[in-house]
Every structure is written in structure tokens, then in C-alpha cells.
């Protein structure tokens, strides 16, 4: 299995600050390093590229939500890349960055999703993702496929149905926030980018960021390439 993203460069990382993501050889980090934060989108590309690592895609960061959130409730484990479980102190960290303003004020993460116009897909939209990068030309690759149907409207949505990129399907009945329950989601606005943000509010799915927008603040869950959890 080859990483989400192609990288010029050979991994050097410590395994024991990523999480395995159910049904893959990817990890993604527990808290946002400093070194990630005040870039912007496309710059935060390179930043992580250097470290050997990459941002998350939409369809990365929602199953480790959904895995984090079961773990926590004590509906499964979730392990390190080098295939060890994490201790419940520390996943009960994790847990409170991704849903509330828990360690370094919660979790604020640029995902490697961009939003294009496109002839076809839903809404006449396109997913454009980030899948080469390359240091010594500082450009990039892309691949575009079309938009499969999200929920249309900004509103809390259900943590049990997201489609195949990452994107959610159903508006929660319950419209405020219950932490692990939902998401507040911004639905995709063309020539925007995504972003996950947990506060004292909520934690919520923006699909309508702006790409040049940078804050000391916002960083990256970056991803590297793992194993699977040990047997």
C-alpha cells in the first residue's frame, strides 16, 4: 500500500505520535506539532513534506474521528504505528482535543481537500486533492474526481453516515452540539478548502475556508505511512 501522497524524500519519524487509521498502513498524528502552525494551505504542503510527512485527506481524518470516539466509549482500541495501544489516560486526550478546546485550545487542521467547479458531480463540483508533492520544484500534483451527494446545507450532521470522500450524508436530527454525537459541517463552496476545528462550542467540518488564510494557531494532523497494529 502506497502513501496518500507522493513524497521525494525517505520517512524518518517517532511511530509513537501517530495513530493507525482503521483499514490502512496510515497514521495520523495525535496533536498538531508547532512546527505545522501560521501557514497557509498550499504552504503548509511543503512545510509537512519536509518532515517527511503529509496532510490529512477528508476520508483519513473522519474515520480516526469516528475510531477515537468509539475507542473512548470503550467500543474498540486504537493503536500507535508501532502497533501499540495507547493508554487510556492519553486517548482521553485525544478524544477532548478532537471535540473540545482540550490541549492547546482543541484541534485546528487544514485537510488536503479542495472544492472545484467540475461538469460532473454533485452540486457541479469536484474534489481536487493534493497527490505529489514535489520540494525540489515546490509544485504540485493533483488528482480531481467528482463530488459524490453531501448534505447541502451548513448544519450539525450525524457521525454514522459520510460518504466515500469523507463528506456527511445526513443532517442530525438534533441540531446543537453533543460532544462525539455530531459535527457542525459548512457544506463545499467552490475554490474553498476544508478544515477541522474543535472549540469551547463545538467541533465541526468547515468546507469553506479560504486557502490563503494563515493563523499562529492553525497547524496540521499530519499523516505518515505505518504498519498495522500487532497481532
Known amino acids: 500500500m502506497t502513501a496518500d501522497v507522493q513524497i521525494i524524500s525517505s ?32 504552504d503548509s504542503h511543503f512545510t509537512l513534506a519536509e518532515k517527511y510527512l503529509w496532510m490529512p ?14 475507542a473512548y466509549r470503550g467500543n474498540g482500541e486504537i493503536y500507535d504505528l508501532l502497533g ?4 487510556d489516560e492519553e486517548l482521553e486526550d485525544v ?20 472544492f472545484t467547479e467540475a461538469k460532473e458531480g454533485f452540486n457541479k463540483m469536484g474534489l481536487e486533492v493534493v497527490s505529489k508533492v514535489d520540494l525540489n520544484e515546490r509544485k504540485f500534483d493533483f488528482e480531481i474526481t467528482p463530488l459524490e451527494e453531501f448534505v447541502l446545507e451548513d448544519c450539525y450532521v450525524d457521525l454514522d453516515s459520510f460518504n466515500s470522500q469523507g463528506l456527511p450524508t445526513k443532517r442530525s436530527n438534533v441540531q446543537k452540539y453533543s460532544s462525539g454525537d455530531n459535527l457542525y459541517f459548512r457544506f463545499p463552496r467552490k475554490g474553498y478548502v476544508a478544515r477541522f476545528g474543535a472549540g469551547s462550542g463545538r467541533a465541526g ?17 499530519a499523516c505518515a505511512e505505518g504498519a498495522h497494529k500487532k497481532d
Open 57 to 70: 485527506r477528508l476520508d483519513r481524518v473522519i474515520p480516526h474521528y469516528q475510531n477515537v470516539v468509539q
Open 205 to 221: 467540518l468547515d468546507c469553506d475556508r479560504d486557502p490563503s488564510y494563515s493563523d499562529p494557531s492553525l497547524g496540521v494532523l
Open 11 to 42: 520517512p524518518v519519524i517517532d511511530r509513537r505520535d501517530f495513530i493507525l487509521i482503521p483499514n490502512s498502513n496510515i497514521g495520523i498524528a495525535k496533536f498538531e506539532q508547532d512546527y505545522s502552525k501560521g501557514e497557509n494551505w498550499e
Open 84 to 87: 501499540n495501544q495507547i493508554t
Open 95 to 114: 478524544y477532548l482535543h478532537l471535540t473540545k478546546n482540550h490541549i492547546n485550545n482543541g484541534a485546528w487542521s487544514w485537510i488536503n481537500a479542495k
